[in-house]
Each structure stands twice: as C-alpha cells, then as structure tokens.
C-alpha cells in the first residue's frame, strides 16, 4: 500500500499568490505540524503559493527537510475576472468538468494537474505531504469519488488532511480529523 497526505492550508488573508497566513493561521501550522510529527512522513511538496509554503513550514523545520515548490499544486484559476455569481459557475464545473470562464482553466484541466502531481508522489515518494489549495483538492477528490462534489468542497477547512492511498491500482481517500 502507497500512502501521501493531502493538506488544504492554513487560514490566510486573501486569494492572492502571497497572501500570508493570519496569526490563526501560524497557529494552525504550529497544530497541523504537531499532528504530522506522528506519520511517517519522507518528502513535502507544496503549491508554491506563501499560504501553502507557510502552512508545512513548521514540519519542514521540525524534520529537517525541504518543501519541493510544484507549480501544478497551485489553485485552480475559475475565471479572470470577478464574477459575482461565482459559486453557481464553480457548482457547474463539478458535473461539466470542460466548463470553462472567461480566462479560467476547466475542471478537466486542473484536475489532470494535481492527479499528475499524486500519481508522481505516490510511485516515488511514499509518505509523501502534498499542501494545496481547497477547490484544485475538491477537483481531485471528486476524480476520485464521485460523491465528493460541489457541497462537499463547502464543507472543507483551513487546514485539512487526506490520507490518499493507493492499492493495487486502486486509489482511494479518507479525511483525518484534527487534534
């Protein structure tokens, strides 16, 4: 059995690129990396985002490892201008994954990144910790699961964990509570 672990990160200030963690947020990291010290964890990989970086900083630090930038871990652009019905063109590209906005990138696309990032992770880094971004990890749950759609990826947090594991060629997740 191949194991990695899907995060979300920490509570941050805003959607951009290096928008910083809020002080809640260092604290989640400061939690999230106590909880991690118990798994048996051999290579990071992040978004190369500063809210990701910023949240498996502290086990970076703790284990002594590097955290390897993967620029297809970083969120999934829905549209280049604001909408403000968002959420309705979000919801819609969870059942029509080749709905695209107007300078977004389709749920297709994106998912193919992150699920390229997984597979890699999984063959050559077992244990491996992959931080990431709420809807490219919605996207890629769904890939996974069906059922895990739009009103699921509401209900995530800042931060979460998935223990993904592969057996056999059959992958599958399951979320880890937060202590």
């Not at 909880?35 to 048996?40: A, I, M």
């Not at 998935?162 to 202590?179: A, E």
Request: aromatic share 6%; glycine share 4%; proline share 6%.
């Amino acid at each position: 059995m191949l194991t990695i672990y899907l995060i979300r990160h920490c509570e941050t200030t805003g959607q951009a690129p290096d928008a910083p963690l809020t002080p809640r947020g260092e604290e989640q990291a400061q939690r999230l990396c106590m909880q991690l010290l118990e798994l048996p964890i051999t290579h990071l990989i992040s978004s190369p985002y500063r809210r990701a970086l910023d949240s498996i900083q502290p086990l970076a630090t703790a284990l002594k490892l590097s955290v390897a930038q993967e620029e297809d871990l970083k969120e999934r652009r829905l549209s280049a201008v604001p909408l403000d019905d968002w959420q309705d063109h979000l919801r819609r590209t969870f059942s029509d994954p080749d709905y695209t906005c107007p300078g977004g990138e389709s749920s297709r696309i994106a998912t193919k990144r992150i699920t390229r990032v997984v597979e890699e992770a999984l063959q050559q880094h077992d244990g491996s910790i992959l931080v990431t971004h709420g809807n490219l990890l919605s996207l890629y749950l769904h890939s996974i699961d069906p059922t895990f759609g739009f009103e699921e990826s509401l209900q995530l947090k800042n931060p979460d964990i998935f223990k993904v594991t592969q057996v056999d060629d059959v992958i599958s997740f399951q979320r880890i509570d937060l202590h």
